[in-house]
């Protein structure tokens, strides 16, 4: 039987040794797990495997999914199995959120081909952001690490978005061109809907994106005091004018000053602007 590798980042928010070893249970005999020591390790351990096993399974949360894609020329299988906070690549692909039940599924599982995204040529996989969500971000990578080295919870979140929100007075203006479709005041591009686990309560961006298509954008034009209650303008696209465009190959945008850029919930810094682009048929997925 041809070998698989598990990637697995020890720090990330919900892997322990227990964890890891039902997931390992749950998969071949035939897969050699191996960890990350620091952030990048993931893709050169992916640019290591790709090509030579027979899948590559990878344990841990968006940010390091992240870098796996980063790593990868798409010939190789792969499997995301739910170790964050959140996991969204995980849940948006439908897998179970328990890391063992989403590993025996996918132990003889299905594969299927999917597009990612591109932002100034770096891969993400189900979102990018400019402005407000990456000031997100970004606010929440600098509250640091707990003592076992795992991230915030949402709690911290989403303490953190409302003082956001707060220090702008709830008043966002436009400071983003987007080229042939007009000003916003922050963007946000899918090429999935990722945010729609919470049911009802889900943030809804790109309502019909899909992993086998473009890019969608959502961008409001600006946001106001009287459209921020619940934040409903964002989660529903309700009360605020907005920009939005569905299965998009490439879109230019440029900013009015330098603006937080993050993709799959990593912050990439400041940017005077940006090229969003669609990768279609870019790398199979296990699911």
């Known amino acids: 039987m041809r070998q698989s590798v598990l990637i697995v980042n020890p720090y990330s928010t919900k892997v322990s040794e227990e964890r890891l070893a039902a997931v390992q249970a749950a998969l071949p005999s035939s ?10 390790d993931a893709t050169e351990l992916a640019r290591e495997f790709d090509g030579t096993v027979a899948a590559i399974y990878v344990f841990s949360g968006d940010g390091t ?10 010939r190789t299988p792969l499997g995301f199995l739910p170790g964050g906070g959140t996991s969204v690549l995980s849940r948006a692909l439908g897998l179970p959120r328990d890391p063992a039940l989403a590993a025996a599924r996918l132990t003889g599982a299905r594969t299927r081909r ?3 995204g591109r932002v100034n040529g770096r ?16 606010g929440v990578d600098r509250l640091g690490r707990r003592a076992d080295g795992r991230r915030p919870g949402d709690l911290a979140f989403g303490r953190t978005a409302v ?28 090429n999935c809907t990722p945010y729609t686990y919470a049911g009802p309560l889900g943030l809804r ?4 994106a899909e992993f086998e298509g473009g890019l969608d954008v959502f961008a409001p ?3 106001g005091p009287a459209s921020a209650p619940l934040l409903a303008w964002w989660a529903l696209g309700r009360g605020a004018r907005h920009v939005r465009a569905h299965d998009v190959d490439r879109l230019v945008v440029r900013c009015d000053r330098p603006m937080a850029l993050q993709i799959d ?8 602007g940006a090229v969003l682009e669609a990768e279609r048929d870019a790398v199979t997925v296990l699911y």
Do not use: H, M, Q, Y
């Open 265 to 272: 919930g990593e912050d990439l810094g400041d940017v005077d």
């Open 114 to 116: 999917i597009a990612l």
């Open 123 to 138: 891969r993400f996989g189900f979102a990018a952001g400019i402005g407000l969500d990456a000031e997100l971000v970004r």
């Open 65 to 74: 999914f992240n870098e796996v894609l980063n790593g990868v020329s798409g």
């Open 205 to 208: 961006f790109a309502p019909a």
């Open 163 to 190: 003082g956001l929100l707060a220090r702008k007075r709830f008043r966002l203006e436009p400071a983003l061109e987007l080229e042939g479709l007009g000003r916003a005041a922050f963007l946000f591009a899918a």
């Open 221 to 223: 034009e600006r946001l």
């Open 31 to 40: 897969v050699t797990t191996v960890r990350t020591r620091a952030p990048g």
